[in-house]
Each structure stands twice: as structure tokens, then as C-alpha cells.
């Protein structure tokens, strides 16, 4: 036989077991597979009739199972098991600027209504910030108010006093507890005004000199003032005698 002869004898395929290489295709599959997209991968004359009902009963009793999905087929957890595979983890999120100075108005304050907790902030309260606080169940709605349109008022709950270790509202901290603790400060308000030289940039340190020079002309005292005036008065007295 000549090395021609054998190049042309025809090569034999290899027997491969469809259920394995559909088995397989469903397994690698991130998405369900349809029909088509699996028959492109099956030896010629799968029939698919015939082996998803087969790898169907094969996983029936299994932890995963061979389901239908809106014509399309892949392998997912059972319902039976699924409940053991659940991890449930505590997320700590650092709450929002907005939401920690809405919370301690609310705190400090109430009952209060939305719009006196805008005029302590001085801007408007977003309906996300109150969402926020009521669904970590540290605020809830109050009685409406008397008063025209009848506002609703916040209030905490217990859940809060619990997350703070708080017996009650009492033992919220002071203004010299907030202070002792580094939240406020302890610096009377005067002195933690900048210098005016601290304003201006390095390029513009002449126009605060001259803003200095501008405030030390018009700083005149008592003696000076009155000076002045009688100065101003022996010019008028000497023009009239002139006249």
C-alpha cells in the first residue's frame, strides 16, 4: 500500500456518547442553552427529544437538576437544597453626611417636621435621607402637628436607643460631653476665625497689606476725632471773619 493509498482512506469517527457532550455543554454554559445552540455542538443526528429527557431523569433525584427555562435548558441548584447554600453577612455602611446631622436634629429636637429640620440645616432634607433612617428603623413618622396642613412630625424609635445604649432620650450626650469627645470645639468661636492673611494667597499678600494699611487710616480714636472737628471749626471761624 502506498503512502497516497492511505492518505486517501477515509479516517473513522470516534464514538462519542451525545448525553456526555450535552451533559458537558450545559455544565460550561454561563446562560441557559436553546435547542439550536445545542445541536451545534452534538454529533450530526442527535436527537434532543431523546437525551434532555434522558439527562433529565438522570439529575431528577441529584442537588442539581436539568430545568426548562422559557424553551431553554440549564442545570440549576434544587429548590430543596438551595436554602442551605444561602451566606447571609453584615454590611456596615458609613452613613451619609445628610443623613447623620437629619438624625441628630431628629434626636435633639423632637417631634420636628421636615420643613424645621430644613430650616436648622439650612438646605433641603432629600426623601432619600428620612427613607434611609427608617428603614435602619432609627426614626419613625409622629403625630401630625395642629397647626395649617397639619405637617408630619419624626420622632426616634427604641431601636435607636438600643444601638446607642441609651436608657432614653436623657441620657443623649450634652454640649460639654460632645466637646470632651473631640466633636465639637473646644475653642472659643472668636479664635478659630483665620487671620486675614490667611485669606489671600501668596500671590496677593499686597493686597492684603493694603487691605491692613485701609482698616489702621480709618481706626481713629476719641482724642483724634475730637481733634479733627475742632481743627475743622478754627478754619470756618477764621473764613468768616474774611468775609
Request: charged share 30%; proline share 5%; aromatic share 4%.
Amino acid at each position: 500500500m502506498t503512502a497516497e493509498q492511505e492518505i486517501e482512506q477515509p479516517t473513522e469517527q470516534p464514538n462519542v456518547d451525545e448525553i456526555r457532550v450535552l451533559e458537558a455543554l450545559l455544565f460550561a454554559s454561563a446562560e441557559p442553552m436553546s435547542p439550536q445552540a445545542m445541536l451545534q455542538h452534538l454529533p450530526e443526528g442527535a436527537d434532543l427529544n431523546i437525551l434532555l429527557p434522558q439527562l433529565q431523569e438522570r439529575y431528577s433525584t441529584g442537588g442539581v437538576q436539568l430545568v426548562e427555562i422559557g424553551g431553554q435548558w440549564a442545570l440549576r441548584t434544587a429548590q430543596d437544597v438551595g436554602e442551605f447554600l444561602v451566606i447571609e453577612k453584615e454590611v456596615s455602611k458609613k452613613m451619609s453626611r445628610a443623613a447623620l446631622e437629619t438624625m441628630s436634629i431628629i434626636a435633639y429636637h423632637q417631634p420636628i417636621t421636615r420643613a424645621e429640620i430644613e430650616n436648622i440645616r439650612g438646605v433641603a432634607t432629600h426623601r432619600g435621607t428620612l427613607d434611609i433612617l427608617m428603614e435602619m428603623a432609627w426614626v419613625k413618622p409622629g403625630r401630625r402637628r395642629e397647626t395649617p396642613g397639619r405637617p408630619l412630625t419624626w420622632v426616634t424609635t427604641n431601636e435607636f436607643l438600643d444601638h446607642f445604649q441609651l436608657e432614653s432620650l436623657i441620657d443623649l450626650p450634652g454640649l460639654d460631653d460632645l466637646k470632651a469627645s473631640g466633636l465639637l470645639d473646644r475653642r472659643p468661636a472668636i479664635e478659630t476665625i483665620p487671620d486675614t492673611g490667611d485669606l489671600f494667597d501668596d500671590g496677593d499678600k499686597d493686597a492684603a497689606e493694603v487691605l491692613a494699611e485701609e482698616s489702621d487710616d480709618d481706626a481713629y480714636d476719641e482724642a483724634s476725632y475730637k481733634e479733627m472737628i475742632a481743627e475743622n471749626a478754627s478754619a470756618d471761624n477764621e473764613e468768616e471773619g474774611e468775609i
